[in-house]
């Protein structure tokens, strides 16, 4: 076990993610775990996070300085190094200017955390104070123009600092460093696996609720589906999961998902199949947000009546994801709060929450899904709005409007699948502008709808671009739609960019 001790770095998960791809099992911990605690945990080796503290404030966060009598190797990385400094009795000071972005590091010394590394290389800094002179035994292992002591180290006591991020990718080494302290310095083994999360996250699932029973919004989305497998793991029948089927989505998809969990995975799944409930709330309304707040709106009290029915339940499952955690660490696990991934649902629903997925990230948790066997069109499945179909249909939605961009969307999936383009892209999927134009076929005049594709390539969704598409893919699927589908008699495809565009149209 490697402890991250985190003092609000921003990049504490990142530390943690790093370690984990070197196949070692780490935890972070907030600041003031005290030093029992520490020693009742065993960790063979303790990592000190950045921070956006000066160790001069007010509210600096520090740590018991007996930290450092314990024999465990250290490496203090940014704030973490400055802390570690100034504790020992070395000098931080500010900076004229802060150091921020790409920055040559000239190494002075080539072992231990260095070792395999030339004499530079490039690293990312970002901080407004800097360590004049080290703590006594302390050398400096590594210096920039700006920077006397960028790195330094007591190699007698096993503690080292960095002044900069060896743990994002804009240091290019850094992982080289990380490894260096793990396997070198700390003799961790690397033997760490998806598997070994796994065994790890159903026992703490199991310590956490007991016998009490679960309920989960399941949406068929990876994160939703591995929590639930998880947790289903951890305590089988004492978990519930609700699929709403709000008659938005795609072609096939609700059976799919429905024989997925019940038959595949043998779980209770409650099937609201409510299409007519929320057709009847949506009929007329064009305006994109009334649209998203009713089908939101309806959601909830679809999810209320079903939990309702089940009795008393304790818990809710919910696939939170690392980026998606605003509060920072492990210090906010057992808050209860009202669920708002299930589009907010109201505060008198009291639940404490199971967040199985929270310390991960997106790849992890498709790393994570393959190991838990979830079939392949789950683990790839492209991100999906809650209110699906609704907010791809622009103006009004009606029977005839849905069924025609379903299948309109079924064909792009299809010949993206076909292309092998479907895992490359981020997004890939069809809309319906509120649109007719004139066409001809046969040696008929057509008056019909005009389908939209929009196809986009992003790192998280929050900016994007759109995919420079093969021409033969292009009119593969434009020649499908208007020949297989009735009703629409032009395909255009979207060529901008979020921003200044968004990828769904409204
Ligand atoms: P926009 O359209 O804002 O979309 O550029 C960014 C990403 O978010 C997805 N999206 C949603 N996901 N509920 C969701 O779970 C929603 O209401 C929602 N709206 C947009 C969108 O598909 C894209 O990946």
Redesign the pocket.
């Given at each position: 076990l490697i402890l991250i001790m985190d003092f609000g770095g921003q990049y504490s998960q990142l530390i943690a993610r790093r370690i984990r791809e070197c196949g070692v099992y780490c935890e972070i911990v907030s600041f003031k775990i005290s030093i029992e605690k520490i020693k009742s945990m065993s960790p063979i080796g303790i990592v000190f996070s950045g921070g956006p503290s000066s160790v001069y404030g007010d509210k600096a966060p520090k740590c018991d300085p007996q930290i450092f009598d314990l024999n465990i190797p250290i490496l203090g990385i940014c704030y973490g190094m400055q802390l570690t400094a100034y504790t020992l009795g070395g000098k931080v000071a500010h900076c004229e200017s802060r150091e921020y972005g790409n920055t040559r590091l000239l190494i002075d010394k080539n072992t231990d955390i260095f070792s395999e590394l030339g004499s530079e290389t490039q690293v990312l800094m970002s901080h407004g104070d800097y360590i004049e002179t080290p703590p006594a035994n302390f050398v400096v292992t590594a210096h920039t123009a700006n920077t006397p002591v960028a790195a330094m180290a007591n190699a007698l006591r096993n503690i080292y600092g960095v002044q900069f991020h060896p743990e994002v990718v804009h240091t290019p080494e850094g992982m080289k460093i990380i490894r260096n302290f793990l396997f070198d310095i700390c003799q961790c083994r690397g033997d760490w696996n998806m598997g070994s999360f796994v065994d790890q996250a159903i026992a703490a699932i199991r310590k956490q609720v007991g016998n009490k029973r679960v309920l989960c919004a399941l949406s068929g989305g990876i994160d939703s589906s591995v929590a639930a497998v998880l947790v289903h793991r951890a305590v089988g029948d004492q978990l519930t999961c609700v699929y709403v089927n709000h008659g938005f989505m795609r072609k096939n998809e609700s059976e799919q998902v429905v024989k997925t969990f019940r038959d595949g995975f043998n779980m209770n799944l409650v099937y609201a199949n409510v299409p007519e409930r929320f057709m009847n709330r949506i009929a007329g309304v064009t305006e994109p947000e009334a649209k998203?707040k009713i089908i939101g709106d309806e959601f909830i009290r679809v999810f209320e009546t079903e939990a309702n029915k089940l009795g008393d339940i304790d818990f809710l499952v919910q696939g939170t994801l690392y980026p998606d955690v605003i509060e920072s660490g492990t210090d906010t696990a057992a808050v209860i709060k009202s669920h708002h991934n299930v589009g907010g649902l109201p505060e008198d629903m009291k639940f404490a929450l199971v967040e199985p997925l929270r310390d991960l990230f997106k790849d992890e948790v498709r790393a994570l899904a393959r190991e838990l066997n979830l079939p392949e069109e789950i683990v790839w499945r492209q991100?999906?709005?809650?209110?699906g179909l609704a907010?791809r249909i622009i103006g009004e939605i009606t029977e005839e409007r849905l069924e025609i961009l379903r299948e309109a969307d079924a064909i792009v999936q299809e010949e993206i699948k076909k292309a092998d383009m479907y895992r490359k892209v981020?997004?890939s999927f069809a809309i319906l502008p509120a649109m007719k134009s004139v066409g001809v076929m046969g040696d008929e005049r057509t008056y019909a709808y005009t389908v939209g594709l929009r196809i986009v390539s992003s790192e998280d969704?929050m900016t994007?671009d759109w995919v420079r598409m093969p021409y033969e893919v292009l009119d593969q699927i434009s020649r499908r739609i208007v020949n297989e589908v009735k009703g629409v008699n032009r395909i255009v495809y979207d060529v901008t960019s979020?921003p200044p565009s968004?990828?769904?149209w409204e």
């Open positions: 998203r991100p999906f709005p809650g209110p907010i981020w997004q969704g994007a979020k968004t990828i769904e």
